[in-house]
């Protein structure tokens, strides 16, 4: 079930760093909270979705098949984003998302994200710079 995002969460993000309230309010409007289960996978390496998450509480375990195993390279903690490599570029997904314990995350389609372009063009500017930040 979806639920409210707030924007004080979306604010203090790597995502939205450098919104000011109103924008973070605007970003958020777009963007559905989804609470996930203990061991509940988000996407799989490989998969073709182009969801963005940002992790708005709990934990998140980035994986990937090794040798026909599941390894975990990473975990993510709140206010961290995933995919957006396959949110800018329409990759294929190069990990697997997975939760570790109950998790709150908030995803962004881009289909939903490029309305912005027009309306509020600096709110898409500094939310790609904050993406290409974290990549780098």
């Given at each position: ?64 098949l090794r ?35 109950p998790a ?33």
């Amino acid at each position: 079930m979806s639920q409210t995002v707030q924007a004080d969460i979306v604010r203090a993000s790597a995502l939205g760093e450098e919104l000011d309230k109103s924008e973070a309010q605007t970003l958020a409007a777009l963007m559905t909270s989804r609470t996930v289960k203990d061991g509940e996978t988000l996407v799989r390496e490989g998969g073709w979705e182009r969801t963005l998450f940002l992790l708005a509480a709990g934990q998140i375990a980035v994986s990937n098949l090794r040798y026909g195993d599941e390894q975990v390279s990473y975990v993510m903690n709140k206010g961290e984003c995933a995919g957006a490599r396959s949110f800018v570029d329409a990759m294929p997904r190069r990990a697997t998302l997975r939760a570790m314990g109950p998790a709150t995350v908030y995803t962004l389609d881009p289909e939903r994200f490029e309305t912005l372009i027009d309306s509020h063009p600096r709110i898409v500017y500094k939310v790609m710079r904050a993406l290409l930040r974290r990549r780098h």
